[in-house]
């Protein structure tokens, strides 16, 4: 446990932001940490990771623990290690020395939480056997799976006012972050051209994030098959030919994420048709970022990149047409069929486990538009937000052969000419942007994504 890097400065954001929520609801609100799952019996567990709410209003990663807020007031709920803990754990913090870190009023023991759960709103832990205690205190069945409702709902709205923009603690974390991620994936281009397998580049670039005592923010992508949106295999042989595209974030000790996704040829040398492509991708990617600035609807940050990737492959001959009526039916969606970004923060896809209540404006329901449906945020972005842009090109089996999708763009897509691009199965280029007052910060600005300074990298 990570007590011991708790600053004063820490404890002060806590105080804020335990406060601000207490200015905008009036009840009760417990919050759970979570617990590990066993793998095959207590003691070998998966990989514990709180509550992303938990470690904002608490800023430690406490197992079994709950803090209960009432009126600007901080109650502490853990049990103090058994005595035959120290053999197999060292000695750990107690309770009370805990409470004193995270500046709670009052610690007590999880039993005592018993007689404090009635009229307390909360938010579903990610954790089956969590949510077990969860319905037991509060007296009412609550699920990770279920809708908010009442006392619930409001308690989350709040939540979601809070985590949307980002104080100075947070981006402090957030910038770590993005450093290590950065530093890893200039390790995996370096070590690529000596690796074979997949695996070799996740492991280097895991390497260094696990190296700054980090872990990753979501299970890495290092795949030479990037059609596959989230393929978490990594087994395949590095062929020369190969573009290479990893996704891969760190989150650090305290729980805030970076995500950034780079694409780069196996031998070191992108083909004419991988470069074209690359280049159309990167332009959608520089105009996406260029316009970002408060104010600005991130929906229309997405139509931007559609157009800008259909006017790409208008130009290289793959599509026929006018760029925006091609957007219009959503032709972009064949070759990017997700949305340019989403929300980070404490997580990848950040407060999702909220629904879309974080990522859409209220009164704001997800379209069912093939070039839409995936859009994950759709609000006008505030100075404070941290958003990603990651535009891509895919060519998708699933999607490509679809009878009807041949049928509704047969004449928008010169299919045959198609086919002189089939080195290239999938380019993602990924970073991170914080809104500012005068228009963004690319926080992870540092790893470069044009292709000369991508083959250098390579080539190291
Ligand atoms: N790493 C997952 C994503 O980019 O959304
Ligand atoms: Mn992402
Ligand atoms: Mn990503």
């Given at each position: 446990m990570v007590i011991q890097n708790i600053s004063g400065t820490l404890a002060e954001t806590l105080r804020h932001r335990r406060q601000k929520l207490s200015q905008l609801i009036d009840f009760p609100v417990i919050i759970w940490s979570g617990s590990s799952s066993p793998r095959n019996f207590s003691a070998n567990s998966y990989p514990f990771r709180a509550s992303s709410h938990f470690l904002y209003f608490a800023g430690l990663p406490l197992h079994n623990a709950a803090i209960r807020l009432e009126a600007g007031k901080l109650e502490l709920f853990m049990d103090d290690p058994q005595p035959s803990s120290a053999l197999w754990h060292g000695e750990t913090p107690k309770r009370e020395e805990i409470a004193e870190k995270i500046g709670a009023d009052i610690a007590r023991t999880m039993s005592e939480l018993k007689y404090r759960g009635s009229g307390a709103a909360s938010i579903p832990v990610q954790n089956y056997q969590t949510t077990l205690v969860q319905s037991k205190i509060l007296q009412r069945q609550i699920s990770a799976s279920s809708d908010l409702e009442g006392l619930d709902m409001e308690l989350a709205k709040a939540i979601v006012t809070l985590r949307l923009t980002h104080d100075a603690e947070a981006l402090a974390e957030l910038r770590k972050a993005a450093a290590v991620s950065?530093?890893?994936?200039?390790?995996?281009?370096a070590t690529t051209p000596k690796a074979k397998l997949e695996a070799e580049v996740r492991a280097a670039m895991e390497g260094v994030i696990i190296a700054h005592n980090m872990t990753t923010s979501y299970n890495s992508i290092v795949t030479v098959h990037g059609e596959v949106l989230h393929n978490e295999k990594y087994d395949h042989l590095l062929q020369p030919g190969d573009l290479l595209l990893a996704d891969v974030g760190a989150e650090t000790e305290m729980g805030w994420a970076a995500d950034i996704t780079r694409t780069w040829p196996v031998s070191g040398k992108f083909s004419t048709t991988q470069r074209d492509i690359y280049d159309?991708?990167?332009?959608?990617?520089?105009?996406?970022?260029?316009?970002?600035?408060?104010?600005?609807?991130?929906?229309?940050?997405?139509?931007?990149?559609?157009?800008?990737?259909?006017?790409?492959?208008?130009?290289?001959?793959?599509?026929?047409?006018?760029?925006?009526?091609?957007?219009?039916?959503?032709?972009?969606?064949?070759?990017?069929?997700?949305?340019?970004?989403?929300?980070?923060?404490?997580?990848?896809h950040d407060m999702e486990d909220l629904g879309d209540l974080?990522?859409?404006?209220?009164?704001?329901?997800?379209?069912?538009?093939?070039?839409?449906?995936?859009?994950?945020?759709?609000?006008?972005?505030?100075?404070?937000?941290?958003?990603?842009?990651?535009?891509?090109?895919?060519?998708?089996?699933?999607?490509?052969?679809?009878?009807?999708?041949?049928?509704?763009?047969?004449?928008?897509?010169?299919?045959?000419?198609?086919?002189?691009?089939?080195?290239?199965?999938?380019?993602?280029?990924?970073?991170?942007?914080?809104?500012?007052?005068?228009?963004?910060?690319?926080?992870?600005?540092?790893?470069?994504?044009?292709?000369?300074?991508?083959?250098?990298?390579?080539?190291?």
């Amino acid at each position: 446990m990570v007590i011991q890097n708790i600053s004063g400065t820490l404890a002060e954001t806590l105080r804020h932001r335990r406060q601000k929520l207490s200015q905008l609801i009036d009840f009760p609100v417990i919050i759970w940490s979570g617990s590990s799952s066993p793998r095959n019996f207590s003691a070998n567990s998966y990989p514990f990771r709180a509550s992303s709410h938990f470690l904002y209003f608490a800023g430690l990663p406490l197992h079994n623990a709950a803090i209960r807020l009432e009126a600007g007031k901080l109650e502490l709920f853990m049990d103090d290690p058994q005595p035959s803990s120290a053999l197999w754990h060292g000695e750990t913090p107690k309770r009370e020395e805990i409470a004193e870190k995270i500046g709670a009023d009052i610690a007590r023991t999880m039993s005592e939480l018993k007689y404090r759960g009635s009229g307390a709103a909360s938010i579903p832990v990610q954790n089956y056997q969590t949510t077990l205690v969860q319905s037991k205190i509060l007296q009412r069945q609550i699920s990770a799976s279920s809708d908010l409702e009442g006392l619930d709902m409001e308690l989350a709205k709040a939540i979601v006012t809070l985590r949307l923009t980002h104080d100075a603690e947070a981006l402090a974390e957030l910038r770590k972050a993005a450093a290590v991620s950065v530093a890893a994936h200039k390790v995996g281009m370096a070590t690529t051209p000596k690796a074979k397998l997949e695996a070799e580049v996740r492991a280097a670039m895991e390497g260094v994030i696990i190296a700054h005592n980090m872990t990753t923010s979501y299970n890495s992508i290092v795949t030479v098959h990037g059609e596959v949106l989230h393929n978490e295999k990594y087994d395949h042989l590095l062929q020369p030919g190969d573009l290479l595209l990893a996704d891969v974030g760190a989150e650090t000790e305290m729980g805030w994420a970076a995500d950034i996704t780079r694409t780069w040829p196996v031998s070191g040398k992108f083909s004419t048709t991988q470069r074209d492509i690359y280049d159309v991708v990167l332009a959608a990617h520089d105009a996406c970022i260029a316009n970002i600035r408060p104010g600005v609807e991130y929906r229309d940050i997405h139509l931007l990149a559609a157009t800008v990737i259909t006017e790409g492959l208008v130009d290289l001959g793959i599509f026929q047409g006018n760029p925006e009526n091609l957007v219009e039916i959503d032709a972009h969606a064949l070759f990017f069929p997700h949305g340019i970004g989403h929300l980070l923060g404490l997580d990848v896809h950040d407060m999702e486990d909220l629904g879309d209540l974080a990522g859409y404006e209220a009164g704001r329901k997800r379209s069912d538009r093939f070039g839409l449906s995936y859009l994950r945020l759709n609000r006008p972005l505030r100075t404070g937000m941290l958003v990603t842009i990651e535009p891509g090109f895919y060519q998708v089996p699933a999607i490509l052969n679809n009878t009807d999708n041949r049928k509704k763009y047969q004449d928008v897509v010169n299919w045959e000419y198609l086919s002189h691009f089939n080195d290239v199965r999938g380019i993602r280029i990924e970073d991170d942007v914080l809104v500012t007052a005068e228009g963004r910060e690319v926080l992870t600005a540092a790893l470069p994504n044009d292709v000369d300074t991508i083959e250098s990298l390579v080539h190291k």
